[in-house]
């Protein structure tokens, strides 16, 4: 049995747990526990909403979320000996659900509260529920597909020291401060949804803290949204069992941080709420690497995936160029290509009864393999989007397309 570092109560409020949670990145939100290298210890993590979808047929929890409250992050965990300019190997020894709690959800957000890769396109809020039975995920809303899960944190991370916290904010504020048009692959060329997230200090965790420390590092903690050079969440599906990820450190302990479990998630997470999304526990090791910032000559993270799967052989595979929904030319774009990329994944699995939202849902939450496959081929991009056949409880073959027989398969959950 390893011992538990961080335990949360899933009944409790966020703001109220054993130990308290943070959302902001900041040295200065104190650790709330301690580790040995070499020591197993398992870390509990609330979902990344804190609670705020429930297992419902409406969506009117993902159209009203609140979202300068995610993510819930349990920690920072001081690593006993880690130093700036050490790297500490995270050992990822299990992963799994919390007892009770044995389902998970997909959204896609509203354009005007959050977006997603396909905002244009889809922008209603909607959901879909997944029971997760041991390894297999299946949803009463995206009927005909079941799946083993890849779990995974979607963010784990360091803290940064207070220069690099700065050099974020900066860099950040400044793309927030641009306007919408002005920047590639924006999907609306409007101010909604917004370019970057520069911090903000409504809903701030930031530990136990209080007073004007509280305030401080509420003001300065920068959003735990996008992957940045300490890790954090960099939601990549195949940092699963058995994985070990290098991370630089940037304070004295280290300071490690994780949350936003996935049971499974199909490369790029394209619903951006998100994967399937649930609480959950993870048992880690760690080892420190003095001075491994040099010695490995990494300034940000890398990993050895594990060996663990699910492995998939027969895929569907959609092409994808960088040209845009409206013909227009771009220069090697790799966004432009992934979208082009999901739109004929999504159009084709319409041909066997699905809806767009279920379809781009399958592509979010199912282990869907995206590559850059060139970038060279001057002036078009291609990425390739590869769906696991095996997935369904029917044949998606091309030459199954045409014969289906029009039966319904249901609907996401959409708002009241
Ligand atoms: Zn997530």
Redesign the pocket.
């Known amino acids: 049995m390893v011992r538990t570092a961080v335990t949360v109560d899933l009944d409790a409020p966020t703001n109220d747990q054993p130990q308290p949670l943070h959302n902001r990145w900041h040295p200065d939100i104190p650790a709330v526990a301690n580790v040995e290298p070499g020591e197993p210890f398992r870390v509990e993590c609330i979902?990344?909403t804190g609670g705020q979808v429930e297992d419902s047929d409406t969506a009117n929890d993902i159209r009203d979320m609140d979202l300068d409250r995610n993510?819930h992050l349990s920690g920072p965990i001081h690593v006993e000996g880690a130093k700036p300019g050490d790297i500490i190997a995270v050992d990822i020894l299990d992963i799994g659900t919390i007892y009770g709690h044995e389902w998970g959800y997909n959204g896609i957000f509203a354009q005007e509260n959050g977006g997603g890769f396909l905002t244009a396109h889809y922008p209603d809020a909607c959901k879909s529920i997944w029971s997760l039975d041991g390894v297999y995920a299946t949803s009463r809303h995206v009927p005909g597909v079941r799946f083993e899960g890849m779990i995974h944190p979607?963010?784990i991370g360091t803290a940064p020291s207070q220069e690099l916290l700065e050099q974020w904010n900066e860099r950040e504020r400044a793309l927030a401060d641009t306007d919408s048009a002005e920047v590639p692959n924006h999907p609306t060329g409007e101010d909604v949804p917004p370019n970057a997230l520069p911090p903000n200090e409504n809903e701030a965790l930031v530990g136990n803290l209080a007073g004007e420390d509280a305030e401080r590092v509420a003001s300065e903690g920068a959003r735990t949204v996008p992957p940045r050079e300490n890790g954090g969440?960099c939601?990549i599906k195949d940092l699963s069992l058995g994985s070990r990820v290098y991370f630089p450190v940037f304070v004295e302990g280290a300071k490690l941080s994780m949350g936003?479990?996935?049971f499974s998630?199909g490369d790029g997470?394209i619903t951006f709420?998100?994967?399937i999304?649930m609480p959950g526990y993870l048992d880690l090791e760690v080892e420190v690497i003095e001075n491994g910032v040099e010695k490995l000559g990494v300034d940000h993270p890398i990993f050895e995936p594990g060996h663990m799967g699910p492995t998939y052989s027969d895929y569907l595979v959609f092409e994808g160029y960088s040209v845009d929904e409206h013909g227009t030319q771009h220069y090697l774009d790799a966004h432009v290509a992934h979208r082009r990329a999901c739109l004929d994944a999504i159009e084709y699995l319409k041909g066997f009864g699905y809806t767009g939202e279920q379809a781009y849902m399958i592509l979010g939450t199912a282990p869907i393999e995206s590559r850059i496959a060139g970038i060279v081929d001057i002036p078009n991009t291609c990425v390739t989007v590869s769906i696991p056949k095996s997935i369904f409880e029917f044949d998606i073959d091309p030459s199954a397309r045409g014969s289906y027989d029009g039966t319904s398969r249901g609907d996401v959950a959409r708002t009241d």
């Open positions: 979902d990344w993510h979607g963010l969440n939601d936003d479990i996935h998630q997470e709420c998100g994967a999304e």
